[in-house]
């Protein structure tokens, strides 16, 4: 019986050959899609998931509005990790680096 099903499916494909080629060509843009979707997530997850307290590292960003405009930027100011560490007795320990040969 499923001998049966792919020899009429396989006929239908050479019959309607241009229809397949859109089928078989969007199947395989979705799915190659839906992986690099995935791949981008999990790496997203997995950010600093190697350190054993993982779930105790935090990142400062600063957000701002201005004009109407507002973002989100990856950056703090230089005195911020010494100032939380000195201020907040929950913050254990506080790091700032920032790219090599990048002068700021």
């Excluded at 600093?48 to 100011?77: E, K, T």
Aim: glycine share 6%.
């Amino acid at each position: 019986m499923l001998k049966n099903y792919l020899k009429i499916a396989f006929r239908n494909l050479l019959k309607q050959r241009f229809y397949s080629v859109i089928n078989v060509l969007g199947l395989a843009i979705g799915l190659a899609a839906c992986l690099l979707i995935t791949l981008f997530v999990l790496d997203e997850i997995s950010y600093d998931r190697y350190h054993s307290n993982a779930d105790q590292i935090y990142r400062a960003r600063l957000s701002y509005s201005l004009g109407g405009q507002s973002g989100d930027f990856p950056i703090a100011a230089a005195p911020l990790a010494r100032t939380m560490a000195e201020t907040y007795p929950e913050v254990e320990n506080a790091v700032r680096f920032r790219a090599q040969g990048v002068n700021r």
